[in-house]
């Protein structure tokens, strides 16, 4: 689809003659740093070139109309500027009438109504924030239109507070960060909890990302995360019998080695193993890319996947089936799950000669031991949530 496909869908829906502005905010992936971050750590995301395009005009009116090209079925969603309280049958338009209130409670202008079409190719229930996506390019449209001075990083809090006040999902920030502040061909080891961030080049020359979806449902992913955290918060205050540390994150490998002893329970010592260890790869990994060292930066990718089986143990047969096929592949760097696990995507780092054959062979393992295929999507890293001045083509929702 390109973007004139889009202008006429805009055209035709709201049944007017106007050119619509367009902006575009990337998906996600989290390249490494798994279940680090309410352990006082580092993440390491990037965005990504699937997201959310959002199409808008503002009118002369308060009317609010909203529509989405992914669920047209829902047809055109209405309401007034000063009625922008959550309703349950405003179903997905609930995320850009959130960001809409936030940005008016915070006493920026926004004088009039829209019409806005949305479009999203992030692939559907694959875990890569397509929620933060439509937050974060409703933010840089609304600023735009109305002309507001809004810090990126005020958009990005503004964006996790709708996600937890309005919609009611207790997320953390590493969603509308690395969809706020992405940068083209660089991830970014970010601290969740002080928001320092560096970013780090990822120079992919002849390789792709490859984002490899399960396509199974996270059914576990909710209660299990709980735990997690739990048995986390145990071993730190065993820890902190002796040590003054404020976090697992504030550990080396070396300093968990020596006081791991004082874990009393064998389960939580190793999943504090794993939040230590996998804080310490993301580091190693921001030095090895600033080296432009792809190939250790792999490893490190298939030793997170590793200790997010072995020591956290929330990856599953279908993860670990589709990573460990990954890896057996001609050209591939490193695989590993990635986000909260119990289904949901891994990705692998392909060369771009090969990811044809490796899509086939991967899938057919897969599809011989889980039963079902996977969906494979060749993602590069992209820039963060902007104004789009000049799209040739979209590509296909899927």
Not at 51 to 64: E, F, P, S
Not at 184 to 212: G, R, S
Not at 278 to 288: F, H, I, M, Y
Request: proline share 2%.
């Amino acid at each position: 689809m390109n973007i004139n496909k889009l202008f006429t869908e805009f055209q035709s829906i709201f049944q007017t003659s106007h050119q619509p502005v367009t902006f575009f905010a990337p998906g996600r992936i989290n390249l490494i740093g798994e279940h680090t971050d309410y352990n006082g750590g580092n993440v390491f995301p990037a965005a990504i070139s699937f997201g959310t395009y959002a199409l808008a005009r503002k009118r002369h009116d308060q009317l609010l109309r909203f529509y989405s090209l992914n669920f047209s079925e829902k047809g055109i969603i209405e309401c007034e500027l000063n009625e922008l309280e959550y309703d349950s049958n405003h179903d997905w338009a609930n995320y850009p009438k959130g960001m809409i209130q936030a940005l008016k409670q915070q006493g920026h202008s926004v004088s009039s109504g829209m019409d806005i079409l949305y479009y999203g190719n992030i692939p559907n229930g694959a875990g890569l924030s397509s929620s933060a996506s439509i937050e974060m390019v409703t933010g840089v449209m609304l600023e735009e239109l109305f002309d507001l001075d809004i810090e990126r990083l005020a958009m990005i809090q503004l964006g996790q507070q709708v996600e937890n006040n309005y919609i009611g999902v207790n997320s953390g920030i590493m969603d509308q960060f690395a969809i706020g502040m992405g940068k083209k061909n660089h991830a970014m080891l970010l601290d969740c909890q002080t928001l320092d961030f560096q970013y780090a080049p990822v120079e992919l020359e002849d390789h792709i990302i490859m984002i490899m979806n399960t396509n199974k449902q996270r059914t576990l992913a909710g209660s299990k995360y709980n735990e997690r955290r739990e048995q986390c918060e145990a071993a730190l205050g065993d820890l902190q019998s002796e040590l003054a540390i404020n976090s697992l994150g504030d550990l080396t490998n070396e300093q968990f080695e020596k006081y791991q002893h004082l874990i009393k329970d064998e389960v939580n010592c190793k999943r504090a193993r794993h939040a230590v260890t996998e804080n310490q790869r993301t580091l190693k990994a921001l030095d090895e890319l600033h080296a432009g060292n792809l190939t250790e930066f792999g490893r490190l990718m298939d030793a997170s996947h590793q200790s997010l089986k072995e020591d956290y143990e929330v990856t599953g047969m279908e993860l670990d089936t589709l990573v460990a096929a990954a890896r057996e592949q001609e050209g591939v760097l490193g695989a590993r799950m990635t986000g909260a696990g119990f289904g949901g995507c891994a990705i692998a780092i392909v060369e771009k000669a090969h990811q044809e054959a490796f899509r086939d062979q991967v899938n057919a393992i897969y599809r011989g031991k889980i039963g079902y295929d996977a969906t494979f999507y060749p993602a590069s890293i992209s820039d963060g949530a902007k104004k789009v001045d000049d799209v040739e083509s979209v590509p296909a929702a899927e």
